[in-house]
């Protein structure tokens, strides 16, 4: 009987460690269901329009594009982050360091609220915790960066 209940102990440990694993990016999800709504659109929005150069992972490829995933960048410059994913960016741009220097275009064609929603998502999963972008913050950010 104590060999079958060391057994059980150690699967159900290891079933809590699978489980919390999975959860490690979305540990915000258990909460608030707008930010839950916020988020998975969110990340849909992220997987079509920017993982393609900054990679599914927030890695970045090589030194052509830069990661957001572990980003001064991205700590710094919360309200450029948000203009570039509107109107994109030419030119250098330093990231942890290292110089980048690939054109970034925009998409111009995405809401307000969708920009809100990747933002969302790119600052609450890797390594940020910065909690819900409302689409008024985006907004009123994105009017800013249009006057620039």
């Not at 594009?65 to 570039?84: A, G, I, K, R």
Request: with cysteine.
């Amino acid at each position: 009987m104590r060999r079958s209940n060391l057994c059980f102990s150690v699967i159900t440990f290891l079933f809590v460690v699978l489980i919390s694993c999975q959860s490690e990016n979305k540990n915000q999800l258990s909460g608030d269901p707008k930010f839950q709504q916020y988020y998975i659109q969110g990340e849909q929005l992220y997987v079509a329009h920017c993982s393609n150069c900054h990679q599914k992972n927030g890695k970045g490829l090589g030194l052509l594009y830069p990661p957001l995933d572990t980003s001064d960048y991205m700590q710094n410059n919360f309200e450029d982050v948000l203009c570039l994913i509107r109107h994109g960016k030419s030119g250098e741009l330093m990231v942890n360091g290292k110089l980048y220097n690939q054109q970034m275009p925009g998409v111009t064609a995405l809401t307000d609220l969708e920009i809100a929603q990747i933002a969302t998502y790119i600052y609450n999963t890797w390594s940020h915790k910065k909690g819900m972008v409302e689409v008024k913050e985006a907004t009123s950010i994105l009017n800013q960066c249009k006057k620039q």
